[in-house]
């Protein structure tokens, strides 16, 4: 059993900008944040960056191969 913290946070994801070598890091409640995250975090690279992100690459861990 995985405790819960203190606001209820069970779970984390982390992304990984390559080029910049920049990690992003959120805390979830539950696995189905991580599109919501995701969908977040790709536009605000892109405003930083102020170019369009050409490729997105996963772990193949198979849990969120569906969503991408």
């Given at each position: ?27 979830l409640k539950s696995k189905d944040q991580v599109?919501?995250?995701f969908n977040d975090l790709y536009t605000k ?24």
């Amino acid at each position: 059993m995985i405790g819960k913290s203190f606001r209820g946070v069970v779970y984390f994801v982390s992304f990984i900008n390559d080029y910049f070598r920049k990690i992003y890091a959120t805390c979830l409640k539950s696995k189905d944040q991580v599109i919501d995250v995701f969908n977040d975090l790709y536009t605000k690279v892109e405003i930083e960056i102020n170019k369009k992100l050409k490729c997105v690459q996963i772990n193949n861990c198979g849990e969120y191969t569906s969503l991408f």
